[in-house]
């Protein structure tokens, strides 16, 4: 049960994308169609952005979409606004439990 | 509207135990998945635990492997997190979360735990 392993930090310019990598195994990732990915604002509850990979639930900007490819899943934010600086964490099932990643601080410069 | 609202996080002495509470409204109790999740002050999040509906399965992250358990009241609209021979490393916000297919789509907003002497 490691943590998936996500960037420290990613930065971006208002209006440019970036992109977040997820690396696990085929254990947790790569086992299963079920990554999910979480937004979390300092003091805040986490929020759901993304799940089973790349379905967005209701409310969420189309701006957020997200990906896989082998063991590493990706969320990328399109159209980089102020608001979406916060802590990114990646979420993986992994048969039973579950795994979060070690989180991505996002900054818009 | 979904509200999930912790209870009875404080601080512990390390060796102590402590049992949390989460109420849940808004939604069919019984039909999901529940689980709990922490987070350490100034780190990341660690899935804890997790429930199936009628309690027939429960999965832990090994650190909590005997000395936690997860349970549900679906009568009261529960969810529980018994926690046992407590340790400093276990000090965080742990927060109730309801599942939607294999994603959290709905949390709490938290409750602290302190384990220290």
């Known amino acids: 049960q490691s943590a998936l392993t996500q960037p420290r930090s990613v930065s971006g310019s208002p209006g440019q994308s970036v992109t977040i990598s997820c690396t696990g195994t085929s254990s947790d990732v790569g086992g299963y169609n079920s990554v999910s990915w979480y937004q979390q604002h300092p003091d805040r509850a986490p929020k759901l952005m993304i799940y089973?990979?790349?379905k967005r639930p209701s409310g969420v900007p189309d701006r957020f979409s997200g990906s896989e490819s082998g063991n590493t899943a990706s969320l990328t934010i399109s159209g980089l606004q102020a608001e979406d600086e916060a802590d990114y964490y990646c979420c993986s099932y992994a048969g039973g439990p579950y795994v979060f990643g070690t989180g991505t601080k996002v900054t818009v410069l | 509207e979904v509200q999930l609202v912790e209870s009875g996080g404080g601080l512990v002495q390390p060796g102590g135990s402590l049992r949390l509470s989460c109420a849940a409204s808004?939604?069919?109790?019984?039909?999901?998945?529940m689980s709990w999740v922490r987070q350490a002050p100034g780190k990341g999040l660690e899935w804890v635990a997790n429930?199936?509906?009628?309690?027939?399965?429960?999965y832990y992250v090994d650190s909590v492997k005997g000395r936690f358990t997860i349970s549900r009241d679906n009568a009261k609209n529960s969810l529980y997190l018994q926690m046992n021979s407590l340790r400093a490393e276990d000090t965080a916000v742990y927060y109730c979360?309801?599942?939607?297919?294999?994603?959290?789509?709905?949390w709490g907003q938290g409750t602290l735990v302190t384990v220290s002497s």
């Open positions: 979360a309801k599942y939607y297919g294999s994603a959290f789509d709905y």
């Open positions: 089973d990979v790349n």
């Open positions: 808004g939604f069919t109790f019984n039909n999901h998945w």
């Open positions: 429930i199936k509906q009628d309690g027939s399965e429960k």
